[in-house]
């Protein structure tokens, strides 16, 4: 196994370089660890929204990830915007091929702007092929609902869509609640064997774009280079808060948070 950590994302591009498979590499980066990517779409957006998004074919999607798996190989492999049915089909074959690669699948439907990322077939597709093969799946409360059919609107219902989730065959969830009201943000780690609560105070900012893609590239990450679950998403968790907090304030729309802040230290 590399000491780096290699994780294969498999995401779109956002050309505004905060979600998306730039927030990827960039937080894989940040966290000591090596990123290879298989590349589901091209994404014209930036702070304001997406505009419009150029589809990958999924054969060019699944020769990109066993390219990498293939040569560099992997320790970790994460998932993002998918798209269509046939790119999640493709993703589910390659993750059947690194059977002992731990899989972090983010089920990415729609942006922040509200532009959907996942057609209604592949929402499907999500629930019979992905969920099954992910060693943590990582929704936030609108992808929660939309995977379950469950009213996600209290920390209640976002643990009674984790459990359907975890018998859905999802070996761990981490139920975001960021989309909840309230001070707090608070986000539950589920497994069979228990729940783990990471809560803090809610940053009152509008630069939030890419925070889903960032906490999964870092619990991959974490996972990739060793870590418990448990120790990878405290860890991702952590460093997702100080991006938020030292977000640089670009853009007019949902900015971007700083990934960087590691490798300048926290003073």
């Avoid at 196994?1 to 960039?26: E, T, Y």
């Avoid at 059947?96 to 731990?102: F, N």
């Avoid at 995977?147 to 609107?153: D, K, Q, Y």
């Avoid at 939030?208 to 870590?227: D, E, V």
């Amino acid at each position: 196994m590399s000491f780096l950590g290699r994780v294969l994302i498999i995401a779109g591009s956002d050309s505004g370089g905060g979600a998306g498979i730039q927030a990827d590499i960039k937080t894989v980066t940040a966290l000591g660890g090596y990123s290879a990517t298989a590349i589901t779409a091209v994404t014209v957006q930036n702070t304001r929204g997406v505009s419009a998004v150029h589809a990958i074919p999924a054969e060019v999607v699944e020769a990109q990830g066993r390219a990498v798996l293939d040569d560099i190989g992997a320790d970790a492999i994460k998932t993002g915007m998918l798209g269509g049915l046939e790119v999640v089909e493709a993703v589910a074959r390659l993750l059947d091929s690194a059977s002992a690669v731990p899989a972090v699948v983010d089920p990415v439907m729609v942006a922040k702007g509200g532009a959907a990322l996942l057609s209604p077939a592949a929402t499907g597709a999500m629930r019979a092929l992905l969920i099954p093969r992910a060693a943590l799946l990582t929704p936030n409360a609108p992808e929660a609902e939309a995977l379950t059919g469950e009213t996600v609107a209290s920390h209640d219902g976002l643990r009674r869509a984790g459990e359907a989730l975890l018998m859905a065959g999802a070996r761990a969830v981490l139920m975001k609640g960021g989309h909840l009201p309230g001070p707090r943000v608070v986000d539950i780690l589920m497994t069979p064997d228990g729940e783990t609560v990471f809560e803090a105070e809610r940053q009152e900012t509008r630069h939030t774009h890419g925070t889903g893609c960032t906490l999964a590239s870092a619990c991959a990450a974490g996972l990739a280079q060793g870590l418990t679950l448990t120790e990878a998403v405290a860890r991702a968790w952590a460093y997702v808060q100080e991006a938020i907090a030292r977000a640089p304030g670009l853009g007019a729309g949902h900015g971007p948070l700083d990934h960087g802040w590691p490798l300048r230290g926290k003073a």
